[in-house]
């Protein structure tokens, strides 16, 4: 083993690695935050609790379905955006050209009503979830030892954001979706059926956080305050990207979390407040944030 | 003119922006192939008129009839799929779409609009620019790309507000030059001006508009001896 700054290599390519993993996380719970506040002017607080219930839902179909890891990461993900469909026809559509707040308190006493759901019947101590077998154990790098499980997760986090970074910036469909992110009613008039993808789009938000949720069961418990837990430092995530940036929410949910995987080595009693510390310098320099544009 | 049969007849149309009653029976009618100026001070509703047939305008009675069909409950994009298409004033381009995505942008709601070809052929600047973010073109080449992207999707009706304003009288030109070749194409065309200068080159007929009504109607025989009453109308 050598050092690096008087650090062991082993600890500071642990903790990079811990911070790549959170990275993902906040990768693809930002990304669906910027997609849906982009499309539907609703800052989505729901988000941390779909996260949840995407692993409640893969924790679920293996209990009672006997459905394993890679089934649960196909349904789970149409399964909870379904539910993100119906909340959106049943509330959002009502409040989302209002002023945020609305939105925001809409969405916030959701995730509170979820979360006390699951908490009254799962308790909040949290269930287990097994790795998949085809992804137990792990390769030793020589300068550090990557579990197979975590290097899947960054991997496959990656694709699902650049993937998704694609299907907006460089396709026919993601030039609607931007169109009507600037001007719902003009692309309306051209013949779009604007409230359809409105409504899909939500529901594919939703979908990325459940798929986040399924991908998060096995490396930390599946627990009802999971999501609360994570959603606070997602969204200093998004306001550092920029509102509605999508390349800025994939960028800086990996940077940050490499930040703080960093501030665990150098200097651990401020990993918890690193991401805030630099939420508030970016508001200070740049208000719309590092990616995004004001007005 | 007079046994061609209406593409659009309005009727007593009455629109609303929340509160404040802006259109107050609207009634007028564009037969197939011809080119209509709605003609008016600032502010009569003229605008108006164009976004409440288009259902941009959500708060509205009366009837517009289009083909036969009746829009006035339809919503937007249902009266664009039955053959609408609108430049709006603003031009309303989409800056985080190049050239090429703002020109595709409107779905082909029949068959029988202009390919891309001809397009070029109307606007050969566009062609060259066709990976310039949107809003980086001249006010001009917005002004063409807002037109032209709407003429590719098969409507038979084209709504233009002001598609001259604020622009060097070289470019106004080029503009009356094309909207007399869409017109050539068969294109029906309904046109909001305050450039009276220009609308006279083109339009076939004028209807003048005040405090949301039409208070007259003109064909283009009748303008020059009808000038001091439009210039009465017009305060210029």
Not at chain 1, 18 to 37: K, Q, R, T
Not at chain 1, 105 to 125: C, D, H, K, Q
Not at chain 2, 140 to 151: H, K, P, S, V, W
Not at chain 2, 193 to 204: G, P, V
Request: hydrophobic residues 50%.
């Amino acid at each position: 083993m050598f050092d690096i700054f008087g650090i062991p290599s082993q600890a500071l390519f642990g903790q990079l690695l811990i911070g790549l993993i959170n990275g993902s996380f906040y990768a693809l719970l930002s990304l669906g935050l910027a997609v849906i506040f982009g499309m539907l002017n609703v800052i989505n607080f729901t988000h941390g609790a779909q996260y949840m219930m995407g692993a409640f839902a893969a924790y679920l179909l293996l209990q009672y379905l006997g459905l394993n890891y890679w089934e649960a990461l196909v349904i789970v993900p149409l399964l909870v955006g379904a539910s993100g469909i119906l909340v959106e026809r049943l509330f959002l559509q009502y409040v989302r050209k209002l002023d945020h707040v609305y939105g925001l308190i809409l969405t916030f006493g959701l995730a509170l009503v979820i979360e006390g759901l699951f908490r009254n019947y799962f308790g909040s101590s949290g269930e287990p979830y097994q790795v998949p077998d085809a992804l137990q154990g792990g390769h030793n790098l020589g300068f550090m030892f990557l579990p197979n499980y975590r290097a899947w997760v960054i991997g496959f986090s990656l694709v699902v954001c650049l993937v998704t970074w694609f299907a907006i910036e460089r396709t026919r469909f993601g030039s609607y979706l931007r169109a009507a992110t600037e001007n719902p009613t003009l692309v309306r008039a051209f013949g779009i059926n604007v409230p359809r993808m409105v409504t899909l789009t939500y529901g594919f938000g939703v979908g990325l956080a459940a798929l986040a949720g399924v991908m998060a069961a096995p490396i930390y418990n599946v627990s009802p305050q999971m999501g609360s837990e994570v959603i606070i430092v997602v969204f200093a995530v998004v306001v550092i990207g920029g509102m509605g940036s999508i390349l800025g929410a994939i960028v800086t949910g990996f940077g940050l979390g490499i930040i703080e995987g960093l501030t665990k080595v150098f200097f651990p009693e401020a990993s918890s407040t690193v991401i805030f510390v630099v939420m508030a310098i970016v508001l200070l320099i740049r208000p719309a944030g590092l990616f995004g544009r004001l007005g | 003119m007079a046994e061609t049969p209406a593409l659009l007849t309005v009727n007593e149309l009455q629109a609303w922006y929340g509160e404040s009653h802006v259109l107050h029976g609207v009634t007028f009618e564009v037969r197939a192939g011809e080119v209509v100026t709605l003609l008016g001070r600032n502010g009569v509703g003229k605008t108006t008129t164009l976004k409440s047939i288009m259902g941009i305008v959500e708060q509205r009675t009366g009837s517009v009839r289009f083909g036969g069909r009746e829009l006035i409950r339809s919503p937007s994009d249902a009266i664009a799929r039955a053959g609408i298409a609108i430049c709006p004033e603003e031009r309303g381009i989409f800056s985080s779409l190049d050239v090429r995505e703002n020109l595709l942008l409107p779905p082909q709601v029949r068959a029988g609009g202009l390919d891309l070809d001809r397009i070029f052929a109307l606007f050969p600047n566009l062609h060259e620019r066709l990976s310039s973010q949107g809003t980086k073109l001249s006010g001009g080449e917005q002004q063409m790309l807002a037109i032209a992207r709407i003429l590719r999707t098969g409507a038979r009706l084209l709504l233009l507000d002001e598609p001259t304003e604020g622009l060097a009288p070289v470019i106004v030109q080029q503009i009356g030059r094309t909207i007399g070749a869409l017109k050539e194409q068969g294109f029906t065309i309904l046109l909001v001006e305050q450039n009276f200068q220009f609308a006279a080159t083109i339009a076939d007929r004028y209807y003048v508009i005040e405090h949301g009504r039409v208070v007259d109607q003109l064909s283009n025989t009748e303008l020059k001896s009808n000038m001091n009453k439009l210039h009465d109308y017009l305060g210029v």
